[in-house]
C-alpha cells in the first residue's frame, strides 16, 4: 500500500496494535524524505527515540535528515503545550509551521498519534477541530495521518474521527469514508460537533471497511 496519498490529504488511520501504527507511521515519513519533504511525528510515547530508531534505513539518514531539519519527531506535551486548546489558535500555529516548512521543502507530511487528545479535548472539541484541519490542508502540498487506538479512544471519539476524514486506513487498506461530513460540520457550528455514537455505532461503521472473507 503506497502512502502517498496526494495534494491536501487529510488521512485517518485506525488501529488496534502498536505495530499497525509504526509499520503507518515508518513506511508514511520514509516515503516522504526519499522525496525531499519535511516530515514531523508527534507521539504519545514518553521517548522520541525509539521513533528516530524504526525510521532510520539503508538509504535514509536520520541523524542528517535531523540536522537538515527534515525530520522532527516530538512528544505530545511538547507539541501541544499544556495550554487550553482553541482550534482557531492551533490551526493559525499549524499553518504557521506548515506555510515556513513549504518555503524550504517541496511538501509537508504530518503523522500524529491522537492519543493526546484525551488529555487536552472533550469530543465536541475534537470534532470541530479535525472538521477545521480539512481548511488547513486544503490546496496545499500537505499530507497528513491522525491515528487512533481503537483499544483506547472512546466510541464518540471514533465516531468524531470518523465524520472528519475523507480517507480512512482500516484492515491494512485505504479507503474512501462514506461518513465524512465534515463541511457540514463546520456549516452547522456548534451544533453536530457532539456525538452519543456506542460501540454498536461503530462496530457497524467499521464493518464498511473491513475486508471481505472468502467463503
Avoid at 173 to 192: D, G, K
Wanted: aromatic share 10%; proline share 5%; hydrophobic share 40%.
Amino acid at each position: 500500500m503506497s502512502l502517498d496519498f496526494g495534494r491536501g490529504a487529510h488521512v485517518c488511520q485506525l488501529f488496534k496494535t502498536r505495530s499497525e501504527q509504526r509499520e503507518v507511521t515508518r513506511q508514511f515519513i520514509q516515503e516522504g524524505l526519499a522525496r525531499g519533504e519535511y516530515c514531523l511525528h508527534v507521539t504519545s510515547d514518553p521517548s522520541v527515540d525509539d521513533w528516530y530508531n524504526a525510521i532510520q534505513a539503508p538509504d535514509i539518514d536520520v541523524m542528517s535528515e535531523r540536522i537538515r531539519g527534515a525530520l522532527e519527531v516530538l512528544t505530545a506535551l511538547d507539541w501541544y503545550q499544556k495550554t487550553d486548546f482553541n482550534s482557531v489558535t492551533q490551526a493559525r500555529r499549524l499553518w504557521q509551521l506548515i506555510d515556513g516548512k513549504l518555503e524550504h521543502f517541496p511538501g509537508v507530511r504530518l503523522a500524529a498519534d491522537m492519543r493526546w487528545t484525551r488529555e487536552y479535548l472533550a469530543t465536541p472539541e475534537l470534532c470541530h477541530w479535525e472538521a477545521t484541519a480539512n481548511l488547513i490542508f486544503e490546496d496545499v502540498n500537505v499530507q497528513a495521518i491522525c491515528q487512533y487506538d481503537l483499544d483506547y479512544h472512546s466510541p464518540v471519539e471514533i465516531h468524531a474521527a470518523l465524520r472528519t476524514h475523507p480517507v480512512v486506513i482500516y484492515d491494512g487498506r485505504l479507503q474512501p469514508n462514506p461518513y465524512y461530513e465534515a463541511q457540514t460540520i463546520l456549516a452547522n457550528e456548534p451544533h453536530l460537533n457532539a456525538s452519543d455514537a456506542d460501540a454498536a455505532t461503530i462496530e457497524a461503521m467499521l464493518s464498511t471497511f473491513r475486508k471481505p472473507t472468502s467463503k
